[in-house]
């Protein structure tokens, strides 16, 4: 196998992408974008990452309601690393990787509440309103999305 950059330890960019995809919560997504692969982890989401040909992104995930009907999906950059400061261990990727990754996940699951009526710990768009997510409005109060 012809490796060119093996002689300067580089991250091959299937090593990147097998880096962070073991770094997120499952399941993981990937979303094909004009030059941009961007890697989601959880369900529901609690981070996205985007992979650029220079550069990788650690995005704020959360949802943003277009009417009642129409979620959009929000991505706030938190962390740009460009390539060249990319470290050139895996393990050392993977601790930097991790660690925003992580940094992500605790602002997005501070968004989260817990249903007064079920308990359940939902993201800020599950929910209704404060008081009741939109689950238990569905089954207690009838309420139709
Ligand atoms: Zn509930």
């Given amino acids: 196998m012809n490796k060119p950059y093996c002689e300067y330890m580089k991250l ?23 030059g941009e ?5 959880g369900e529901p989401v609690q981070v996205s990452v985007g992979l650029f040909s220079k550069k990788l992104v ?15 999906p929000v991505n706030t ?25 992580s940094e992500s996940i605790k602002m997005r699951v501070s968004t989260f509440i817990t249903c007064p009526n079920c308990g359940n710990f939902s993201p800020p768009e599950w929910m209704h309103n404060q008081e ?14």
């Fill in 58 to 72: 650690v995005y704020l995930f959360s949802v943003h309601w277009e009417g009642s009907a129409n979620p959009l």
């Fill in 77 to 101: 950059p938190i962390a740009i690393v460009d390539q060249d400061d990319y470290p050139t261990s895996q393990s050392a990727f993977r601790d930097l990787i991790t660690d925003l990754i």
């Fill in 12 to 34: 091959s960019s299937e090593e990147i992408v097998e880096i962070i995809k073991s770094s997120l919560p499952r399941p993981v997504q990937i979303i094909e974008l004009d």
């Fill in 37 to 41: 692969m961007r890697i989601l982890g």
């Fill in 132 to 145: 009741i997510c939109q689950a238990c409005a569905q089954t207690q109060l009838g309420v139709e999305y």
